[in-house]
Each structure stands twice: as structure tokens, then as C-alpha cells.
Nanobody, 116 residues
């Protein structure tokens, strides 16, 4: 069974850092591209970063480029999102997701709140 769960969110001040983690089961993080998404209040869910299978190439949305870093740990079968220089606009529920055999799976999100 494919499952993902994000954790590590919390309350942060502007300019500080948080590290999110995504625990996955039912597949290996090196076999599928995995993405981080977020949904701010009143807004649609948006993709902010992804890491490709095998090569591990990474991509970032303009809003987070240069501040966020996605990575993965094969041994732990986890994906991380290091978030630096946080801004109030980063306030959102963060999710990890994977397209597994044509089906998009979301993990349970984690709330990140950035205070000014």
C-alpha cells in the first residue's frame, strides 16, 4: 500500500529555517519522482519542488528557488525539504506526493506558519 506522510512543520519566524520530512512506504524513493506541494489558505495547492527518479535531478518553483532544497535518503526511504529564509508567504500546509502507476498519492500534510 502506498503511503506518504509529511511532518516537521511548525511555527517559525521570518528568516529562520525548518526541515520537513516525508516518510514513504509501498515504494522506494529512488524508483519514483517525488514532489513537495503546499496549499495556503484560500489558494490552490501548488507544486514547489520535485526530485526525479534515478538521477535525482531537482526542480523548484520560482517562489522557493534558492531558499528551499529537496533531498532524499535511500536508506531511510524518506524525502526532505530544507526551507531557509522563511517568509510569511510560505505559510501553508505542506504535502509530499508521488504519481505511482498513474495514480497521484498525497501524504497527510504538515502545517507551516511563518510569523513576521
Amino acid at each position: 500500500e502506498v503511503q506518504l506522510q509529511a511532518f516537521g512543520g511548525g511555527l517559525a519566524q521570518t528568516g529562520t529555517s525548518l526541515r520537513l520530512a516525508c516518510v514513504v512506504s509501498g515504494f522506494s524513493v529512488d524508483d519514483y519522482a517525488i514532489g513537495w506541494f503546499r496549499q495556503a489558505p484560500g489558494k490552490e495547492r501548488e507544486g514547489i519542488s520535485c526530485i526525479s527518479r534515478i538521477s535525482g535531478n531537482t526542480n523548484y518553483a520560482d517562489a522557493v528557488k534558492g531558499r528551499f532544497t529537496i533531498s532524499r535518503d535511500f536508506d531511510k526511504n524518506m524525502v526532505y525539504l530544507e526551507m531557509n529564509s522563511l517568509k510569511p508567504d510560505d505559510t501553508a500546509v505542506y504535502y509530499c506526493g508521488v504519481i505511482f502507476r498513474g495514480i497521484l498519492y498525497w501524504g497527510q500534510g504538515t502545517q507551516v506558519t511563518v510569523s513576521s
